[in-house]
């Protein structure tokens, strides 16, 4: 595998690629990216990471976070203070 491979993510209802909302696909896991902004990192090995300034920032970004995780807001707060997710700075 390449170093790194961008893709745009796509809506689940049509299929069509969203605009400014990204995976990237590195060796070490998967990043995504809203706009020019790292939001969330899954790692090949580990726990989950969030921004810890940028993983609740809009709507917008919530709802394709939820979408790369898997997860609703309530969950993620819920994994956070649980510590199965790691807030850290991404960006």
Known sequence: MKTLKVHSMCSPRTGNPIANQFEIYTKKGVYFQS????????PNEGKLKLDNDYWDYSRTTSKYRNEF???????TKKAIKDKEIILTNLN
């Open 69 to 75: 995780t898997n997860m609703n807001t309530q969950e």
């Open 35 to 42: 706009y020019s902004t790292i939001i969330a990192f899954k």
